[in-house]
């Protein structure tokens, strides 16, 4: 079994950064992957970004590219995500998922993962 706990969120003005963090606890090993994804008041779940674990491929939604970079630290078992110019869109709560993913194009589809963090708030004020 894997936990999984994020921190990090905040209030951040446009144009600003903030840090996501999310450790798991347990073993991660294989065809390991976490991703984010963030979803906003009225509005589905969507994907932001993930990362494989054995090999460190990374996947991004299109709106995020170039501003946020996902990256892993090995010896803490845990995903980073690095948010600059931040916008206004960017506000969400904002969730960590694990799991083991067989394929690629199925990184950005919430239902193949099996762990899920609870959530950190991300506030951008315009």
């Known amino acids: 079994q894997v936990q999984l706990v994020e921190s990090g969120g905040g209030l951040v003005q446009a144009g600003g950064s903030l840090r996501l963090s999310c450790a798991a606890s347990?073993?991660?090993?294989?065809?390991?992957?976490m991703a984010w994804f963030r979803q906003a008041p009225g509005q589905a779940r969507e994907f932001v970004a993930s990362?494989?674990?054995?090999?460190?491929?990374?996947s991004y939604e299109d709106s995020v590219k170039g501003r946020f970079s996902i990256s892993r630290d090995a010896v803490k078992n845990t995903m980073l995500l690095q948010m600059n110019s931040l916008k206004p869109e960017d506000a969400a709560v904002y969730y960590c998922?694990?799991?083991?993913?067989?394929?690629?194009?199925?990184?950005?589809?919430?239902?193949?993962?099996?762990?899920w963090g609870q959530g950190t708030q991300v506030t951008v004020s315009s």
């Open positions: 998922a694990g799991g083991w993913i067989a394929s690629a194009s199925a990184m950005i589809d919430s239902r193949t993962y099996t762990y």
């Open positions: 990362i494989r674990w054995l090999d460190s491929s990374t």
């Open positions: 347990g073993r991660i090993i294989g065809s390991w992957t």
